[in-house]
């Protein structure tokens, strides 16, 4: 019924715009589309007051809908994150609603406020702080007391940041999967530096650095009342919602210094020039161009914003129709001239190419770059980019609580109330030689910064051709790891310790004499969510760096095969490349297998440190590191810790504790093995038989099923 229905309605709009006796359809070409002029932009008043405890409000009776809605603006951001503990500013917005008030946990507020189909939020970001709410006209009191009690009681209850906390670091984990975030952050971190807080990363160490009292503190020193702007709108009568507000609001008295300005944008934190993020798990490359932008106010940027729209804005600009439609060299690409109302933003050109065409990308884009700084843009260009500027504008104004905010947003940033008017008399003003003008003194090739995510090895052209290149460590520092000390004092007696463990091993002779082995044996998994299951797991290991573990796992069989370069995985659903998460977690394997990690003094790529009387670190060039606890009687091996490369979420700290030891050609190897994850036992591992030197080669060990 339904499809019969649409068919009428697409029938009686099709048909009579045919062509009689042909059957063609007389459709208008999109050119020849006249649209009426927008209306004169008129701003509803906005009435503004502010409470006995400084707190400044403004209202915007709506009364179209019986819906209240409302947000504290407050002054903050994680602009003032300490270098230590970035992190703090999202952590304390975030618990500060999770964790619930003195008065009502966090689960308790959920229940109440969904009970009310209403909503309260915390959030604070980068420049602002924020709690907000929305109600039914009928449970506005209700609601606002609820409002009130998270902005001004916040608890910060435990359990709550335990989670957000873990929730983080699995975001710290999971960062590098998508390619072209990895371009948009290192393209950020590079322009602003990355020792700013504009440009740093949020690391393990970081959050773990971060305890409750830490959002106590960072809560205290932002939130009262004078750094707060409340803003209301919806279904009400502005004399009752200020007595309203006023009795709500009469005993939170706090007083706290002014808060400080945000820190200055560095303009030479960051180098220009080109950057590498090998990602060879990719077959395309995500790409970003381009250095500081400016700021809002800045008399030029009407101007900029039509000459950034004819660059790269949309399906019309000269990147989309020449880099991507006419070369067909990338699946997507657009310009924008950035811009904040408190410090610059960037001007930036990004998208995505085939790996194959990544340099001849980058040189059409800087092609384009190049000519509209050489020349006018043509009189269709500008009328089409005004247009498309200017009528933009009725979105920012559709609906009374966006131009409410708005509206306090100017007052935040000390922009003037008729800002947007200017803005948009400037952009109507616009001529072409405003537009040459402004892309030949506000952009700058010469101070690009270039950024590329992809395959090196599978660039048609090298990324040299465009520059010295710089590689990105996209790496992710372990959680909770420092550096072992590496005096000559601790170097000496590392060596030592691992010296008499190799002599209770058998001798260092023996274990470098070892060119393949292979060892059987079973795995109980005895963590909860695995409930006993037990893996059959076999290692076959070649000497430098080839290594293969086949594992039986109740779905199938799972075959990972490492060559020292690059590997590949067989699982039930077929053979593939090694996936980078697992490459990382085999080569960390690769690393801590003991006729690898006992004989670490002779490999110049790796660092011996002793960190106690009994125990030393172990530290590859390339990143894996090992914790080695000896038993101070026999000098035998005790305790191997480290950090899982886990595939999901962030790593944790595994603890294998090595037992049963027995003669295998000569020398020790431990046959039992009982490993902890996270400080909780999660199995235990009993070798059943283990082969040496039998001649396998590479070849043998690598092959496919």
Known sequence: MRKAILFTILAAI????????????????????????LRELKLPQVTTFTLPNGIRVYMLENHELPLVSGSALVRTGNLFDPADKV??????????????????????????????????????????????????????????????????????????????????????????????????????????????????????????????????????????????????????????????????????????????????????????????????????????????????????????????????????????????????????VSGNWGANYGHPGLFHIGGSTKSQSTVDTLQAVRQEVDRIRAEEVTDQELATAKGAVLNSFVFNFDHPRKILSRYVTYEYWGYPKDFIYQYQKSVESTTKADVLRVAKEYIHPEQFTIVAVGNPKDFAKPLSTLGPVKDLDLSIPEPGHKAAPSDSASLAKGKQLLQRAQQALGGADKLAAVRDYTSSSEMTISAPQAGGMKVKQTVQFVAPNTLRQTQELPFGKVIAVWDGKSGWLSTPQGVQPMPPPVATQIQSELFRLPVALFLSDRDPDRTVSAVADNAVEITAKSGPSARVEFDTATGLPARISYQSASMQGPPQQVVSILGDWKDVNGFRLPFHTTIEQGGQKFGELVVSEMKVNTGQTAEDVGKKP
């Open 87 to 332: 992190g703090l500013a999202g952590l304390t917005g975030s618990v500060m609603r999770t964790g619930g008030t003195k008065a009502h946990t966090g689960d308790e507020l959920d229940t109440m406020i969904e009970s009310m189909a209403a909503s309260v939020e915390a959030n604070i970001g980068e420049t602002s702080g924020s709690v907000s709410f929305s109600a039914l006209k009928e449970n506005t009191d209700a609601v606002l007391a609820i409002f009130k009690d998270v902005l001004t009681n916040p608890e910060f209850r435990q359990d709550k940041l335990d989670l957000a906390k873990t929730q983080t670091k699995s975001g710290i984990a999971r960062r590098n999967d998508d390619a072209n975030g990895i371009s948009d952050r290192e393209f950020a971190s590079v322009i602003y530096g990355r020792n700013t807080p504009y440009g740093w990363d949020m690391q393990y160490e970081h959050v773990d650095n971060i305890k409750r009292d830490d959002l106590v503190n960072f809560y205290k020193r932002y939130f009262f009342p004078k750094n707060v702007m409340l803003s209301v709108s919806g279904d009400f009568s502005i004399p009752e919602m200020r007595a309203k507000l006023e009795k709500l609001f009469v005993d939170w008295t706090v007083q706290a210094d002014p808060v400080p300005p945000f820190p200055a944008v560095q303009k030479q934190a960051g180098a220009p020039g080109v950057y590498l993020g090998a990602k060879t798990d990719v077959t395309q490359t995500f790409f970003d161009v381009g250095h500081l932008g400016g700021v809002l106010r800045d008399k030029d940027f009407p101007a900029l914003s039509v000459m950034s729209d004819i660059l790269g804005g949309g399906f019309a600009s000269r990147l989309f129709l020449n880099v991507r439609t006419r070369k067909g060299l990338a699946y997507n």
């Open 14 to 37: 099709v048909l009579p715009a045919q062509t009689a006796g042909t059957g063609t359809a007389a459709l208008p070409r999109v050119e020849d589309l006249k649209f009426p002029p």
